[in-house]
């Protein structure tokens, strides 16, 4: 965590995502605040529709046409809401780099990924051709493709998708980044490959000492990597915490539905099943007044219809009334 000789890398303070449709207004990010601090990663999890991605894009004013974002988002003493389009361009893809869901939509299928990456090259170094041809080789070697030569000429067709993402890594950290938005990087790949890119990223960010917003729906990709993990939900942030006391004792009903639903490595499939959450995600079409996962929440009570509990607790925090009364939780049911 930041403190004042440690400033936080960056401070998202009061992030909202507001997108006005026939039906009335929808809150898809609600409130969000977090901070990541210098050679940290943090992990952002929790179901589709979350809000995860779009707080991420929302932080590099990147989100969708109509959206109507409010709150700060702070960058080295810069609030990058508030940055004229051109500075905003300038530390975008240099001082913070993005990497997207799905590789084959984000680049460009008519032009082959070596002059994709060397486009990057050239945006931060005035380099001949062949200079940058060696340095998108060198790139290539960094995100550990195999004899990186041949793959200059290649089409994203061409490659398979771990190629193609570790394509989209090369270029995101071709300017040195000093944070990482890694938006779902494992998405359609097998677990092998989506292992190999874990590892490739937790190496990248070792070596470079890059800062890395993880954003994922899958608690157990991030075990390994984040050092501190936030649980989103229906646009709110449910709970905060270190990476090794969220898995050992969740705080957030939410969360423990989450972690129930993670298969876990050796067990039987007679003696261990997967115990899903029931229904869906709300579409918020106003502010909530009552807790936002009340409705899926095997220990509702009287008090969570009152409203939606606040982020409490300090390092380890959640929103949740269960928080402040534990006896609670033992009981379960229906209040």
């Given at each position: 965590?930041?403190?004042?000789?440690?400033?936080?890398?960056?401070?998202?303070?009061?992030?909202?995502?507001?997108?006005?449709?026939?039906?009335?207004?929808?809150?898809?990010?609600?409130?969000?605040?977090?901070?990541?601090?210098?050679?940290?990663?943090?992990?952002v999890v929790g179901e589709s529709g979350s809000g995860k991605t779009l707080t991420?894009?929302?932080?590099?004013?990147?989100?969708?046409?109509?959206?109507?974002?409010?709150?700060?988002?702070?960058?080295?003493?810069?609030?990058?809401?508030?940055?004229?389009?051109?500075?905003?361009?300038?530390?975008?893809?240099?001082?913070?780099?993005?990497?997207?869901?799905?590789?084959?939509?984000?680049?460009?299928?008519?032009?082959?990924?070596?002059?994709?990456?060397?486009?990057?090259?050239?945006?931060?170094?005035?380099?001949?051709?062949?200079?940058?041809?060696?340095?998108?080789?060198?790139?290539?070697?960094?995100?550990?493709?195999?004899?990186?030569?041949?793959?200059?000429?290649?089409?994203?067709?061409?490659?398979?998708?771990?190629?193609?993402?570790?394509?989209?890594?090369?270029?995101?950290?071709?300017?040195?980044?000093?944070?990482?938005?890694?938006?779902?990087?494992?998405?359609?790949?097998?677990?092998?490959?989506?292992a190999q890119i874990l590892d490739l990223l937790a190496s990248l960010r070792a070596?470079?000492?890059?800062?890395?917003?993880?954003?994922?729906?899958?608690?157990?990709?991030?075990?390994?990597?984040?050092?501190?993990?936030?649980?989103?939900?229906?646009?709110?942030?449910?709970?905060?915490?270190?990476?090794?006391?969220?898995?050992?004792?969740?705080?957030?009903?939410?969360?423990?539905?989450?972690?129930?639903?993670?298969?876990?490595?050796?067990?039987?499939?007679?003696?261990?099943?997967?115990?899903?959450?029931?229904?869906?995600?709300?579409?918020?079409?106003?502010?909530?007044?009552?807790?936002?996962?009340?409705?899926?929440?095997?220990?509702?009570?009287?008090?969570?219809?009152?409203?939606?509990?606040?982020?409490?607790?300090?390092?380890?925090?959640?929103?949740?009334?269960?928080?402040?009364?534990?006896?609670?939780?033992?009981?379960?049911?229906?209040?």
């Open positions: 965590m930041s403190t004042p000789e440690n400033p936080p890398l960056l401070n998202v303070d009061g992030l909202r995502v507001r997108f006005d449709t026939r039906r009335g207004p929808v809150l898809a990010v609600n409130g969000v605040s977090l901070e990541i601090g210098a050679d940290e990663v943090l992990a991420g894009l929302s932080v590099l004013g990147l989100e969708p046409p109509g959206a109507a974002v409010t709150g700060h988002a702070w960058f080295r003493g810069e609030d990058l809401r508030a940055l004229p389009a051109g500075r905003l361009r300038s530390i975008r893809g240099g001082q913070i780099s993005m990497v997207f869901q799905d590789p084959m939509t984000s680049l460009n299928p008519s032009l082959t990924v070596g002059r994709q990456v060397g486009e990057v090259v050239r945006l931060a170094e005035r380099l001949s051709r062949e200079a940058v041809r060696d340095r998108v080789t060198d790139l290539f070697g960094q995100v550990r493709m195999p004899s990186p030569e041949r793959f200059l000429g290649a089409y994203p067709h061409q490659l398979s998708g771990g190629m193609r993402q570790r394509v989209m890594i090369a270029m995101a950290i071709a300017r040195r980044p000093a944070l990482l938005i890694a938006d779902e990087p494992t998405t359609a790949l097998d677990p092998t490959i989506a070596s470079m000492r890059m800062s890395v917003l993880l954003i994922t729906h899958n608690l157990a990709l991030v075990r390994g990597m984040a050092d501190r993990v936030i649980v989103m939900y229906a646009g709110h942030v449910l709970e905060e915490a270190p990476t090794a006391r969220l898995f050992e004792a969740p705080a957030h009903p939410y969360t423990e539905g989450l972690l129930a639903s993670v298969p876990r490595a050796g067990a039987s499939r007679l003696t261990s099943r997967l115990t899903p959450i029931p229904g869906q995600v709300p579409l918020l079409r106003e502010a909530p007044d009552s807790c936002v996962f009340g409705p899926r929440c095997p220990h509702v009570r009287d008090e969570c219809r009152v409203a939606q509990p606040p982020l409490e607790g300090g390092a380890h925090s959640a929103a949740c009334v269960l928080r402040r009364l534990p006896e609670a939780r033992k009981a379960g049911g229906q209040a």
